[in-house]
């Protein structure tokens, strides 16, 4: 019986011994187990890292095809410096005139070699030289161009040409890749890719009061060159002309900005059916609703975008928009800058009538606002050559300028290109008030009284905002 029970207790202390040695040498690999295991998401996620690294190469193939590299000549005289010349004509010696080389980039948008690019590209330029992607190169017309937006449409004679299609630039959105395609520094079909930073940017770049600014801003890096090529999104589809970058050494330093093709596309239709921009106008003048202007004003909400004034015989003040009123909307597109609501406008014609909201004493009003153009109708405005060779743009005087000034008629220069205004010294707000001592009204007036002048001289009277009277002639 001794003998059994210490076999019992013997067997009792083996069992305790294994189980001792169990806890404390197989029991730390179920430890070791634990610790190498991974939460199942991150299983999951890791093999789609490779598939979701984004793909240009469609893009761009179409993309490169479509853009062209538009070179650029022009004459300039230029002056070198005679003492004796200078000291007996009291002026400096002139020489022969010398050849001004230009470059650009620009967009092939129809088969039959329509191509749009920036005005500043070719603006004052002899010759423009077309070479498209598989060399062949070719001289180009201009159809018309659009200081204001800062394009110009060109036509080569060509067929079967690849083109590239029009995207929609309003569904554009913050963090979408985007690609440039142009020429810099004539590096011939050079692609850059970026994201859409931000919409709607205005810089006060374009040098005419009735620019219309509402850019599309990316890191895609543009230098010089560029300007006039294709910003188009992962699909191949043209949303913009890039047309400037943000430097302060002239070359590329983190931002460039393309012309929504929402704008394009108007200004390109315009030019092509009526050889001049069919622009529309409220006749208002905006600005953004700012934390100071909407206390100031008792504004309740940071939105839409300010009226300052309304002139006499525009569309706004016609249908009932008033000085203090913020617009919210246009045709139901909610606006929140100025920028917004000139590029929203800049897509109809005069005689197109839109449904404008308002906030007025912190209540909605809406009002349908028949557009007219600059010069306050809603009549067609053909490309004019005795216009154009001015160099200007026109709004009849308002009459606050004409009570303030103390004069009965005039017409007032908004903006100046290359022209013979530019060139007689006549500066940007200088109101016309006659020419060749016959009273000058509207637009018509110029353009009627400068036929019958033909090939003669003109003397142009008027006076600037502050008051000075100045008088200028030159010959047409």
């Known amino acids: 019986m001794k003998r059994f029970a210490g076999s019992l207790l013997t067997a009792l202390l083996g069992a305790v011994l294994a189980i001792t040695v169990f806890a404390l040498v197989l029991k730390p690999e179920t430890k070791i187990i634990e610790v190498e295991s991974r939460p199942a998401a991150l299983y999951a996620t890791l093999p789609a890292a490779p598939e979701a690294t984004a793909d240009f190469t469609v893009a761009a193939e179409k993309a490169v095809h479509a853009v062209v590299h538009v070179k650029t000549k022009a004459m300039r005289e230029s002056y070198s410096y005679n003492p004796f010349y200078e000291f007996f004509f009291g002026e400096k010696a002139p020489s022969q005139p010398q050849p001004v080389m230009g470059f650009g980039s620009g967009v092939i948008i129809s088969e039959d070699g329509y191509i749009v690019t920036n005005n500043h590209v070719i603006q004052d330029m002899d010759n423009l030289e077309i070479v498209l992607n598989d060399r062949r190169t070719f001289e180009a017309k201009i159809i018309g161009s659009d200081r204001s937006t800062d394009l110009a449409l060109l036509k080569i004679e060509a067929n079967d040409l690849p083109f590239l299609k029009y995207g929609d630039s309003d569904i554009l959105k913050l963090g979408e890749w985007v690609l440039a395609v142009g020429n810099p520094y004539n590096l011939t079909s050079t692609v850059t890719a970026g994201i859409i930073s931000a919409k709607a940017r205005n810089l006060n770049i374009l040098q005419d009061q ?150 007025r004493d912190n209540k909605e009003k809406l009002f349908d606002v028949t557009l007219r153009n600059m010069e306050g109708n809603m009549e067609v405005v053909q490309a004019d050559d005795l216009i154009a060779e001015l160099g200007a743009s026109f709004v009849p005087a308002s009459t606050e300028e004409l009570s303030r000034l103390k004069i009965k008629n005039g017409v007032k220069v908004v903006s100046l290109s290359q022209g013979k205004l530019a060139r007689a010294g006549i500066k940007e707000g200088f109101i016309i008030v006659k020419i060749n001592n016959l009273q000058i009204n509207t637009v018509d007036d110029i353009r009627n009284t400068l036929a019958k002048i033909k090939k003669g001289g003109v003397y142009l009277e008027g006076v600037y905002p502050d008051g000075v009277v100045a008088y200028y002639a030159f010959g047409l």
């Open 210 to 359: 009735l620019a219309i600014e509402s850019f599309i801003q990316t890191d895609a890096a543009v230098n010089p060159g560029n300007s006039g090529g294709a910003l188009v999104n992962t699909f191949g589809d043209l949303v913009g002309i890039n047309t400037a970058i943000a430097s302060r050494t002239g070359a590329y330093t983190g931002y460039s900005f393309a012309i929504p093709v929402s704008i394009v596309k108007k200004v390109v239709s315009d030019l092509r059916e009526f050889g001049a921009v069919q622009r529309a106008i409220l006749g208002i003048t905006i600005q953004d609703v700012t934390q100071e202007l909407a206390k100031e004003k008792k504004i309740e909400n940071l939105e839409g975008v300010y009226v300052n004034e309304t002139r006499e015989n525009s569309a706004a003040k016609e249908a009932g928009i008033k000085e203090g009123d913020v617009i919210l909307s246009i045709n139901g597109i909610r606006l929140n800058s100025a920028s917004e609501l000139q590029e929203q406008v800049s897509r109809y014609r005069p005689g197109d009538k839109v449904k404008v909201l308002v906030k």
